[in-house]
């Protein structure tokens, strides 16, 4: 029942087409001269002193302080909507029930 189906060609033609290889020229010159790559001057290595190593280390710890509140105040504005939602959707509830017991 789940035995891949495998198409097979019913009439083979026979006929098979030769490689193309191109012949090899050896009378053909370089028109152009290899140029240097331009020469670059060497980079200077960065050193950290104590105090931009520290400076360093509280930048990238007030970055990770700023993003953490951030996401934490979206995630309570996401729960405050959903509370809210679900507080709303009770009432609309109470409200409905009412309006059918009053028939």
């Known amino acids: 029942m789940l035995q891949p189906r495998i198409p097979v060609n019913p009439l083979p033609t026979g006929h098979t087409i030769p490689l193309h290889r191109p012949t090899p020229t050896t009378d053909i010159e370089p028109?152009?001269?290899?140029?240097?790559?331009?020469?670059?001057p060497p980079r200077t290595t960065v050193q950290l002193t104590p105090g931009s190593?520290?400076?360093?280390?509280?930048?990238?710890?007030?970055?990770?302080?700023?993003?953490?509140?951030?996401?934490?105040?979206?995630?309570?504005?996401?729960a405050i909507t959903g509370v809210s939602v679900a507080l709303i959707a009770v009432v609309l509830r109470l409200l409905v029930r009412d309006m059918h017991k009053g028939r």
Request: a neutral charge.
């Open 53 to 78: 190593a520290l400076a360093l280390a509280a930048g990238g710890g007030a970055v990770v302080l700023v993003v953490g509140t951030v996401l934490v105040s979206m995630l309570l504005a996401v």
């Open 31 to 40: 028109t152009q001269t290899a140029v240097p790559a331009p020469v670059t």
